[in-house]
T-cell receptor, first 114, second 111 residues
Framework: EAGVAQSPRYKIIEKRQSVAFWCNPI?????LYWYQQILGQGPKLLIQ????????DSQLPKDRFSAERLKGVDSTLKIQPAKLEDSAVYLC????????????FGPGTRLTVT | KQEVTQIPAALSVPEGENLVLNCSFT??????LQWFRQDPGKGLTSLLL?????REQTSGRLNASLDKSSGRSTLYIAASQPGDSATYLC??????????FGKGTHLIIQP
């Protein structure tokens, strides 16, 4: 069974530029999550999708971050414009459904904003 | 709001020792508790998932326990090996809220 795929693996941009990350979850997984992991911290949930609908985006900085999951499969996370403090690893995870199910994580995208 | 704390923040032990990593959480109304391993520059690898109705889970040399009433979980690693060196993260699952993570324990196993 293929795992969660993410691209790109690394990205370096200047502040005020825009960037997009892509995630392909495990086949059949209805729930998709985006997490932000700042160096030395645990991951923090940004947004959660159930199929193609948003379940929770309370911690997403909506003035600069956006995410979508068209057709309930792949997802993209966008930052526009980027700030220095957005430098982090962006992790995508998926699970069969919400609540009791195990989450599986992708390798992450390491973003550096200069 | 759920808060997850992991102690110690870092640990270095000789190869072969048994060790315990600790995780505590403030809100006992959790659905599950998941332990992960993270290698430098890599994503998270799930180690064990304990549902709220369970007391422990075992996988090979790893054993995780859960005590909801006291808000604690422990990860026990038996006969540690240099390949066990990594950062270990625990996370509580609160249903609709995704996972809430601790900051992790950075573990080094000395050959």
């Amino acid at each position: 069974e293929a795992g969660v795929a993410q691209s790109p693996r690394y990205k370096i941009i200047e502040k005020r530029q825009s960037v997009a990350f892509w995630c392909n979850p495990i086949s059949g997984h209805a729930t998709l999550y985006w997490y932000q992991q700042i160096l030395g911290q645990g991951p923090k949930l940004l947004i959660q999708f159930q199929n193609n609908g948003v379940v929770d985006d309370s911690q997403l900085p909506k003035d600069r971050f956006s995410a979508e999951r068209l057709k309930g499969v792949d997802s993209t996370l966008k930052i526009q414009p980027a700030k220095l403090e957005d430098s982090a690893v962006y992790l995508c995870a998926s699970s069969l459904a919400r609540a009791h199910y195990e989450q599986y994580f992708g390798p992450g995208t390491r973003l550096t904003v200069t | 709001k759920q808060e997850v704390t992991q102690i110690p923040a870092a640990l270095s032990v000789p190869e072969g020792e048994n060790l315990v990593l600790n995780c505590s959480f403030t809100d006992s109304a959790i659905y599950n508790l998941q332990w992960f391993r993270q290698d430098p520059g890599k994503g998270l690898t799930s180690l064990l998932l304990i549902q709220s109705s369970q007391r422990e889970q075992t996988s090979g040399r790893l054993n995780a326990s859960l005590d909801k009433s006291s808000g604690r979980s422990t990860l026990y690693i038996a006969a540690s090996q240099p390949g066990d060196s990594a950062t270990y993260l625990c996370a509580s699952g609160g249903g609709a809220d995704g996972l809430t993570f601790g900051k992790g324990t950075h573990l080094i196993i000395q050959p």
